[in-house]
């Protein structure tokens, strides 16, 4: 019965914030574009707090910056992959190949880590999340943009809220100025006003979700190939990080933090660079239902911390 109920408030918010948002569509009680506004709010106002507070309150040491470098490096594996396989299968889809690589870590992955891991910090999570961050920033958006030049790689990065939240979050916790706020005694007026404006940041991003996420209009057969290139090579490349965590980094990554990274859905950004609809159509469909697998492994990975 106690594992049913850690269960239930793992899970139970989650799929009731998508129903909701499944039903704002359906009674029409918010449009698309008030859809398209929330989350412009969550990405430009609530989200950069939510990772502020996972950065400053990190641990910082020269063994902690191994962490993001293998998420990089993951990444770009995972990208060149990508590549690699809709080559061999001779689709012509232009977009296809950055399904393979990236993670919605920002409007999915705080949210489903704070629920699984309740007594954890988020920062355990962050940590891998900024190897990510780095590679949509640089490598990934200049490619699916074809800006490749540093002046556009560099406005992208000073420009971006959320990256801005991690930048100044790193500040204060690297610096150890968010600990010398603690001996000035002020630093619960930070806490409290991080806390305040990241509360709604998980309801928001799983109504968005709910909202967006289709099922009857997914067409399985077409996305099936793209779902399964994306599922294979996550699925390979977190049996590696996992092999290196147990047999060379001594346990350093928090295998349940890699888990759920590795199961989140690509970047929903990817649509908007498709030149054609049927293409948009295409990769919004695939996202659609990568999103829909993240959220049956997110109860699965409910059930067995729940039993554990």
């Not at 690589?101 to 880590?113: D, I, K, N, R, T």
Request: net charge neutral.
């Amino acid at each position: 019965m106690d594992k049913l109920i850690v269960l239930l408030e793992t899970a139970l918010p989650v799929f009731l914030a998508l129903f909701m948002g499944a039903m704002c569509r359906s009674r029409e009680f918010i449009t698309r574009d008030g859809v398209a506004t929330l989350k412009k709010v969550v990405i430009n106002l609530t989200l950069p707090f939510v990772l502020f507070d996972a950065f400053a309150t990190a641990e910082y040491s020269l063994s902690s910056l191994i962490l993001p470098a293998i998420i990089f490096a993951v990444c770009c594996i995972a990208l060149a992959l990508g590549f690699l396989v809709i080559k061999l299968s001779k689709s012509s889809s232009k977009l296809a190949p950055y399904l393979a690589s990236g993670y919605e870590a920002g409007m999915l992955g705080f949210a489903l880590f704070a629920l699984l891991f309740p007594g954890e910090s988020v920062s355990r999570f962050a940590m891998l999340v900024l190897g990510q961050e780095l590679f949509v920033f640089t490598l990934y958006k200049s490619m699916l943009t074809g800006k490749t030049g540093l002046r556009a790689i560099l406005k992208d990065v000073t420009t971006s809220p959320t990256l801005i939240g991690v930048m100044i979050g790193i500040l204060f916790g690297a610096s150890g100025l968010y600990d010398l706020l603690g001996t000035w005694g002020v630093a619960g007026i930070v806490d409290s006003v991080t806390s305040f404006i990241s509360a709604p940041t998980a309801m928001i991003i799983l109504l968005t979700v709910g909202f967006d996420l289709v099922i009857r209009e997914i067409p399985w057969k077409k996305t099936f190939g793209f779902i399964a290139m994306r599922l294979g090579i996550m699925g390979a490349l977190l049996g590696v990080v996992i092999l290196l965590n147990r047999t060379i980094l001594g346990g350093m990554i928090h295998e349940g933090a890699a888990v759920l990274l590795f199961i989140l859905p690509p970047p929903y950004v990817i649509p908007i660079f498709a030149d054609e609809p049927t293409e948009r159509v295409q990769i919004s469909s695939s996202l659609s239902a990568l999103t829909l697998i993240t959220m049956i492994l997110f109860a699965v990975m409910s059930v067995v911390i729940s039993m554990s």
